[in-house]
């Protein structure tokens, strides 16, 4: 069984209430889920979220849309993201983040046939950037994730779900999809308002003709259109993650004390 698992908050500390944007009469989150379902591969799916009351609005959403839900733990996301999946002990997790609703399930596909192909024990199209940011996709065995549980103590690694995994290359047999083209200085994923609406020009401009736009007709638009693509480049990659390892730095000061 292979599941797939969204993690999404409402709230978000540069753009509060991101995931519930409406884009087309739609919240974001929906937009991305409806993408993500056409994968040829994933079994199941499901959001998980926090049990703070400021995601309670998102947690209605999911519920009015027919959605799995679970909540966890706010911070320790590694570990409301085990528990979240515990339950379905899957064979293999797809792990998603609320925030790229431009997600292309074709690459989604690829990534999980990689990983199969190769008996990973994670995989994903991270590792070396080649994509646009915003098409992130990790996949991992159930048992590798257990592992990471267990064992990961840095503040990254319990906020960000995978680090422990991937910089363990010696404990787990890694796998890495690349773009013929490097991308990675696209940037589609919304974490500022101008992202935002970055995206929702996207699919003003592609949804109602094709719903089901992918990655090929994203990079299409942008050709006819490249002062589109210039309005949130100014903003640095993986920003979040960076923020944790300065907290990594502090703990393992704070522990030779």
Known sequence: ??????????SSSRLPGKVLKNIINKPMIIHEIERIKRSKYIDQLLLATSLNESDDALVEKCKQN??????GDLENVLDRFYQACAKYSPDHIVRLTG??????WNIIDSVIQLH???NNDYTSNTLQETYPDGLDVEIMKFNVLEYAWENAKLPSEKEHVTPYIY???KLFKLGCLRNNTDL????????????FIFVRKVYELLYPGKPDFTMDDVLNFLKENSEIQEFNQKFIRN??????LKEDV????????
């Open 1 to 10: 069984m292979i599941l797939a698992i969204i993690q999404a908050r409402y």
């Open 66 to 71: 027919e959605i799995v839900v679970f909540r």
């Open 99 to 104: 925030d790229c609703p431009l997600i292309d």
């Open 116 to 118: 199969l192909k190769e």
């Open 167 to 169: 910089r363990n290359p």
């Open 184 to 195: 990675s200085n696209m940037r589609w994923t919304v974490d500022e308002l101008e992202d």
């Open 239 to 244: 920003e979040g993650f960076e923020k944790s």
């Open 250 to 257: 502090k703990k393992l000061l704070k522990d030779q004390l």
